[in-house]
């Protein structure tokens, strides 16, 4: 097979990304992050009916179902598609890099290994810290980029788009001014002062 024609039968993500490459480097979260290569990442809900089967589900499509909150777009996949490929695109002009390999190093500079539940003895009732499972990691990281993305664009002459993809690369290099990077590092911070 020649180098054109195995371009051509490469499945790229939105028709300019390619999935091979991208190594998840965090062993905890290598199970749990999704890299199968798809054309437009939408699976029809065909997970929702089994336990744990979320993490079969590519990642790129867990962001999109993460950014279908409650006003701008609820139950709107297609325009929440057109968002996250609109902010990879973003992504892929400041870097010069794949931007699913960004998102990739974006989540794991942002999942919490620990955060705080509430135990109770005898009618008191205790803060501890626990460790977060690597499942719950990927879902806290996905909410974190999602909700950061929104927030950036409220009074602000930014897009969603351009909100999301400066989240991601902002958490992608461990910058202090990302909301998603803040918010990992206050639950840990809490976790750390309750052991």
Same mark, same amino acid.
């Not at 909150?69 to 902010?87: E, I, P, T, Y």
């Not at 695109?89 to 870097?95: M, S």
């Not at 806290?140 to 980029?145: D, G, Q, S, V, Y």
């Given at each position: 097979m020649s180098k054109s024609e195995k371009k051509q039968s490469?499945? &790229?993500?939105? =028709? %300019?990304?390619?999935?091979?490459g991208i190594e998840v480097q965090d062993p905890g979260l290598k199970a749990y992050i999704n890299l199968d290569p798809c054309f437009i990442p939408h699976s029809g809900g065909r997970h929702e009916h089994q336990r744990f089967r979320k993490s079969k589900v590519n990642v790129v499509e867990r962001l999109v179902n993460n950014l279908m909150?409650?006003?701008?777009?609820?139950?709107?996949?297609?325009?929440?598609?057109?968002?996250?490929?609109?902010?990879l695109?973003?992504?892929? &002009?400041?870097? =010069? %890099?794949?931007?699913?390999d960004i998102l990739i190093r974006a989540?794991?500079?942002?999942?919490?290994?620990?955060?705080?539940?509430?135990v109770s003895y005898g009618g008191v009732v205790y803060p501890i810290a626990v460790d977060v499972s690597p499942q719950r990691r990927v879902?806290?990281?996905?909410?974190?980029?999602?909700?950061?993305a929104r927030q950036a664009t409220f009074s602000n002459p930014k897009t969603i788009d351009e909100c999301l993809a400066d989240e991601i690369i902002g958490a992608a290099n461990k910058d202090s001014k990302s909301y998603s990077i803040k918010k990992k590092d206050e639950m840990e911070r809490i976790a750390l002062s309750s052991r």
């Open positions: 490469e499945v &790229l993500l939105f =028709g %300019k990304w390619s999935m091979e909150r409650h006003g701008l777009c609820g139950g709107k996949k297609a325009k929440a598609l057109g968002m996250v490929r609109n902010a695109e973003i992504i892929n &002009l400041k870097t =010069g %890099k794949n931007p699913v989540m794991e500079n942002t999942a919490p290994s620990e955060d705080v539940t509430r879902d806290i990281t996905l909410r974190l980029l999602a909700n950061g």
